[in-house]
Each structure stands twice: as structure tokens, then as C-alpha cells.
């Protein structure tokens, strides 16, 4: 096995090979959900400021990509890095491909302490393989955040809440103020700088659209946010268009009863802008202790499909 190490850029044009073997790798599992070349971009683009994203490749005699990982450093110094795979295509797993990408690219720091303040992206109870991967390789297993799912139906019946609007057609007078504002408020726990440049992250990435964010409250003091993210995958024929419900903003003066009436006001807003652009299924994956925001979410049918499990490297011994 050789493994190719580069540098991954956005727009390198290898984003349509890797969301094709994701699509591939995925077929059947929980998670199984549309991969496009904008969602691969999302995944690995590196931000203004990060070194950037390794990309780690194996390729077989005829050039087709069968293998692939990646490593994003951690958005800000004091921040959580991403490694994106390992991703086997289907006819090549158990031949010990994910194994060797995982030592090649901790090797590529010394040993897997040498990598940064890192873990994996989101792996699902039922990927047995993924699980073992890591197990092997002493990683520390982490609880991670939530799968929750549900169907739009085609005709909701009635229009978005009047509390709903969005960024294109009511924008505060600073949206990036307002958006780093609701998002300390959400996750406090988070580096400020991530917060400040929440409205660039989003809308840098190739999926945002300014209609795709839902806003409440008056239009120079939102009191929540949600960003949706329409996607269809043009590399299965059978799987159904989603609507990604990618984060849900809360401002920390709302009681609890407030935060579980405004975040039902962006979901419905949310399913009835998905079945607008086609979607049937509706998507978000969300921290546990986002309770008032899942509550929603599962008064609306979207509700938990699986708790996902996250890696960490071994610290030295």
C-alpha cells in the first residue's frame, strides 16, 4: 500500500472522487446521507489563519481513488483539530487500508501524540469497523453529539411562523455581531474567537445561501438563529434530498419555555424551506445537553436516530 500525502485546497478538484467514495462507504449505515463535493469542501477547507488541511490518498494501479484521510488543524490555537476518515471504498475494506492510513498519518508527526488537539468526526454505534479501527490504535473514545432524523412531508399546510424571517430578506445592521452573539451564547464554552467568526465560517462554505438563515426576533436584536443546508447527491440515484439543520442559535436571555417555542418556530421554518427546495428528510446532529433545541426538533418528527462516538489520540505514556 502507498499512501500519497498532499496538501488539500479548496477547489483542487478532488472533491467530487472523495464525496463519491464517501458515498460509497456509506451506503447502508445509519448515517448514510447525501455527500457532495460542497460538503466535502466544508469538511476539510481550512480556515483564515489554520496551517493546512493534510490530505492522505491511496490509489490503485489504475488511478481510481479507493482510500482517503484527512487532517484539519484546530480552527483556533486553543480549538479541536478534525480527522476526516479513514474512508475505504466498500470492495477494499478488511485488507487493512484504514489501518495503515491511520499510522501513516500519526506517523507523519512521530507517533499519534504528536498530532494536534484532534479527534475524529463523527463515527455511528453501528459502524463496528470504524470502532475497531480505533480501538486498535488506543484511541480514547469520547461521547459525541446526536443523529436525529425525520421525514418533511410534502405539504406542511400552513405558511412559516410570522416570528421567522431570514437573512436575505431581513438583515440586522451587523449580522456578524448578532450571529457571534447568539453563538457565545449557545456554546459558552467555546474560544470567543470561534464565536466572532461564526458568520464568516458559514458563509464561506459553498453550501450557504443568506435564505438558508432563519432569524427571530426583531431585525436588529435576533434572539435565535438557525442554518440550513440543502443536499442532494449526485452520486446515488436511490437516495432522498436532505435538508441539514446544521446549527440552532439560542440568546441566553430566553427561559427555557422561550427556547423551545422559538426553536419550534425555526424548525417548522426549516422543514417548510426543505420541501421548497425538494428535500424529503430532514437532518441535524446536535450536542446532548442542546435539550429545548432537540425537544423541538422532536415535537416536529426529527428525532434521535443514534448517539455518535468520537476518538482521540493516545496521549504519551
Known amino acids: 500500500m502507498t499512501v500519497t500525502f498532499s496538501v488539500y ?21 445509519t448515517d448514510r446521507r447525501p455527500v457532495t463535493a460542497d460538503l466535502v469542501a466544508s469538511r476539510l477547507a481550512a480556515g483564515a489563519g489554520q496551517p493546512v488541511t493534510l490530505l492522505a490518498a491511496v490509489r490503485d494501479p489504475d488511478r481510481r481513488l479507493i482510500a482517503a484521510a484527512a487532517l484539519r488543524w484546530p480552527y483556533v490555537r486553543t480549538g479541536i483539530g478534525r480527522l476526516w476518515g479513514p474512508v475505504v471504498h466498500p470492495h477494499r475494506q478488511g485488507h487493512r487500508l484504514g489501518t495503515g492510513l491511520l499510522a501513516a498519518i500519526s506517523q507523519r508527526f512521530g507517533d499519534p501524540s504528536g498530532l494536534p488537539a484532534v479527534t475524529t468526526t463523527e463515527i455511528p454505534s453501528a459502524a463496528t469497523a470504524a470502532h475497531a479501527l480505533f480501538t486498535r490504535a488506543r484511541w480514547a473514545r469520547l461521547d459525541g453529539p446526536l443523529l436525529l432524523r425525520g421525514p418533511i412531508p410534502p405539504d406542511l ?47 464561506t462554505d459553498h453550501r450557504y445561501h443568506p435564505s438558508g438563515l432563519l432569524l427571530t426576533g426583531s431585525a436588529d436584536q435576533p434572539t435565535a438563529a438557525a442554518l440550513l443546508y440543502p443536499l442532494t447527491n449526485h452520486h446515488v440515484d436511490d437516495e432522498p434530498s436532505e435538508l441539514l439543520i446544521a446549527d ?13 417555542t422559538t426553536c419550534r418556530d425555526l424548525v417548522r421554518a426549516a422543514l417548510l424551506h426543505g420541501a421548497g ?33 468520537l476518538y482521540t489520540p493516545p496521549t504519551t505514556s
Open 157 to 203: 399546510g400552513t405558511p412559516p411562523p410570522a416570528a421567522v424571517h431570514t437573512a436575505q430578506t431581513t438583515t440586522p445592521t451587523d449580522l456578524a455581531a448578532q450571529i457571534s452573539r447568539l453563538y457565545a451564547a449557545t456554546y459558552p464554552d467555546h474560544d470567543p474567537r470561534t464565536a466572532h467568526d461564526t458568520l464568516r465560517r458559514w458563509s
Open 248 to 260: 440552532l442559535l439560542t440568546d441566553r436571555c430566553l427561559t427555557a419555555v422561550e427556547q423551545f
Open 9 to 29: 485546497q479548496a477547489g483542487c478538484g478532488l472533491e467530487d472522487e472523495l464525496a463519491r467514495l464517501c458515498s460509497q462507504a456509506l451506503h447502508g449505515r
Open 277 to 309: 427546495h425538494g428535500a424529503t428528510v430532514a437532518r441535524a446532529v446536535l450536542p446532548a445537553h442542546r435539550a429545548q433545541a432537540i425537544a423541538a426538533l422532536d415535537a416536529a418528527g426529527v428525532t434521535r436516530r443514534d448517539r455518535f462516538t
